[in-house]
């Protein structure tokens, strides 16, 4: 049973930056596809970016394209989210995904391990 524990959130003012971590444990990422996701207060867990398992190609929501960059280890079992330029509406509580193959989309139905979420706060 895969686990995904995320670090790295916390409280940031508007325009700084913050690197999610989230590493993997009891079973194998390297060959699935990963995604972060967030969920706001009174909203829907939403797409934020996705990683395939090679790494060779990334996908990001609109809203956090050009400011947010997705990255992995696979040797550390990690996946990182790097955001920077963060704004209000960033705050929110995100969540990391391990895909069910080793591509996946922007949809929820395509990852089948999520972790516990960290925290993310921007204050204005």
């Known amino acids: 049973q895969v686990q995904l524990v995320e670090s790295g959130g916390g409280l940031v003012q508007a325009g700084g930056s913050l690197r999610l971590s989230c590493t993997a444990s009891g079973g194998t990422v390297s060959y699935y596809a990963m995604g972060w996701f967030r969920q706001a207060p009174g909203k829907e867990r939403e797409f934020v970016a996705r990683?395939?398992?090679?790494?060779?190609?990334?996908m990001y929501a609109d809203s956090v394209k050009g400011r947010f960059t997705i990255s992995r280890d696979n040797a550390k079992a990690t996946v990182y989210l790097q955001m920077n330029s963060l704004k209000p509406e960033d705050t929110a509580v995100y969540y990391c995904?391990?895909?069910?193959?080793?591509?996946?989309?922007?949809?929820?139905?395509?990852?089948?391990?999520w972790g516990q979420g960290t925290q993310v706060t921007v204050s204005s």
């Open positions: 990683i395939t398992s090679s790494a060779t190609n990334t």
């Open positions: 995904a391990r895909g069910r193959t080793s591509w996946a989309t922007h949809s929820r139905n395509d990852y089948n391990y």
